[in-house]
């Protein structure tokens, strides 16, 4: 009789769990590297990425 318990306490868990998770569709993910289409896009992705690091690079050496 106890397993149909720990069962019934292991499916109530994954509910809640489900129910709190956020959407990521169409999101990219915390952490994840950017996803491109084409050589092209990645080298103007890879532009756009040192152009940010190097405004935060100047902004954190004025302070």
Known sequence: M???YYLMGA???GV???F???ETARKP???SA?????EAEAHS???????RQ?????ASSVK
């Open 34 to 38: 950017p996803a491109v289409g084409s």
């Open 11 to 13: 499916g109530a868990i």
């Open 20 to 22: 709190t998770m956020r």
């Open 29 to 31: 993910l915390t952490g």
């Open 54 to 58: 190097q405004k935060k690079d100047a």
């Open 2 to 4: 106890m397993p149909a």
């Open 45 to 51: 992705l890879i532009k756009k990425l040192r152009l």
């Open 16 to 18: 809640i769990t489900v």
